[in-house]
């Protein structure tokens, strides 16, 4: 999808519609805008459901201060213009009250920004500013500060957070990220002791470089391989409503029966993938003229690895990774559909993922389905697309209800008599 040729109405109906049905706003919570070419400011109303905004609810305001539209504009339009007149390379700007975010604000705490590696650079720098009255002149100018000092995100005491960008969706895009960070934060505070990257850490994961395929093009597209795009596209955008995947953050790929695989591509939104967006790769090669994910040779190397893996998932879920960014282990010995499906959860340090892949691909066996991979992602792996989403759908489940139960008491697991009855009921030889 070419967002940037949406009119800016389009572009704000569809990012406020992604941020209210995320549960990332209210429906009278939160303000967008975009600056276009000629300076006029194109801004979500003042009390209008956030939840059916349509385009002829936005409102504009022309350079000279002129308001046109069939509403008013938000009552913090004037803090969006201040940013604009102090930013002039900041063309759109999110201001939203989101639960992990507002957790934050009220506690008055800046999160921590290297508990993965992609935070920073996709956030940028992020500041507190004190709390004034929304809406007022002192508010605008406490924000338009912070701006000023070259921070691109200001969390507000007691209030939200105001996001800037050159577009509304690298503005929605850092929202996304840290809003997922900051509820990452609060799970895994639950857990114990935060383990953020050290500097050079997240320095050698900006240095991962994609690899270089060659290309190839296709004479042709069976009928197996046009389902298996179908069936992807479904399971992914699944995966993004349901908070498993993040508009940038998440990679699917499949097997085909020739020995060729389908994944996901670098760097587009989750959310409108489509199924000519998916990349066959065959031989080491890449379909002409796309970029696939850059974890496409680690897929390559499970998949030549271990015959009867045919799909395998790479995601960044809230509650899985709570482990992944702590000491805590994860045993899925929880009820009996957590361990048949997940079994015996592999760990890998930081940058084994794409530093030492064949270590890394010969960690998964027939009782290993699933890798925690340090403060990074969860790499799960199947036996069919169906059967590697559901693995990542039951280990984010499951660490959640840990996660919950620590409210209740000691986690009780199923014991190893139990364990080893599972094993010959339901035929779970290694």
């Known amino acids: 999808m070419r967002f940037d040729l949406l009119h800016p109405a389009d572009q704000l109906v569809m990012m406020m519609s992604r941020i209210y049905n995320r549960g990332m706003t209210t429906t009278s919570g939160g303000n967008l805008s975009i600056r276009d070419a000629g300076g006029d400011v194109w801004i979500t109303p003042s009390g209008v459901d956030k939840g059916s905004l349509t385009r002829d609810d936005i409102m504009r305001i022309l350079p000279d201060g002129t308001v046109l539209g069939p509403h008013k504009p938000s009552s913090e339009y004037p803090f969006h213009l201040e940013v604009y007149r102090r930013r002039p390379e900041i063309s759109a700007v999110l201001h939203a009250h989101s639960p992990g975010l507002v957790a934050f604000s009220i506690a008055r705490v800046l999160p921590e920004m290297r508990l993965t590696p992609e935070l920073e650079s996709v956030c940028g720098s992020i500041a507190m500013a004190d709390y004034r009255l929304p809406g007022s002149e002192a508010l605008g100018d406490v924000i338009a500060d912070s701006f000023a000092e070259g921070h691109d995100v200001v969390l507000l005491e007691n209030h939200g957070v105001v996001i800037g960008a050159d577009t509304i969706f690298r503005a929605f895009m850092r929202f996304e990220t840290l809003e997922n960070s900051c509820r990452l934060q609060i799970n895994a505070l639950r857990l114990g002791r935060l383990r953020p990257l050290s500097a050079e850490h997240v320095r050698i994961a900006d240095a991962k470089r994609r690899p270089e395929l060659s290309e190839f093009i296709p004479s042709r597209h069976s009928s197996g391989e046009r389902a298996l ?62 970029t696939p994910s850059r974890s496409v040779g680690l897929h390559e190397l499970i998949y030549r690895t271990h015959p009867d893996v045919r799909s395998i998932l790479v995601a960044h879920p809230p509650h899985i990774m709570a482990f992944a960014v702590t000491e805590a282990a994860f045993d899925p010995r929880t009820i009996p559909e957590s361990y048949i499906l997940l079994r015996d959860p592999g760990r890998i340090p930081f940058g084994a993922s794409f530093m030492k892949p064949e270590w890394t691909a010969a960690e998964f066996s027939a009782r290993r389905p699933l890798v925690i991979c340090e403060n990074d992602c969860v790499i799960v792996t199947g036996q069919s697309l169906l059967n590697a989403f559901d693995r990542l759908e039951v280990a984010e489940f499951t660490a959640k209800s840990i996660l919950e139960s620590r409210d209740l008491g000691p986690v009780v697991h199923i014991g190893a008599e139990d364990i080893a009855d599972i094993d010959v009921a339901f035929r779970l030889g290694d």
């Open 229 to 290: 795009r179908r069936e992807l596209i479904t399971l992914i955008r699944r995966s993004y409503a349901q908070g498993l995947f993040s508009s940038t953050q998440g990679t699917y790929s499949a097997r085909l029966d020739d020995g060729s695989f389908l994944i996901t591509p670098y760097g587009q939104d989750r959310a409108y993938l489509e199924v000519e967006d998916l990349i066959l790769i065959r031989g080491g090669m890449r379909e002409a003229g796309k």
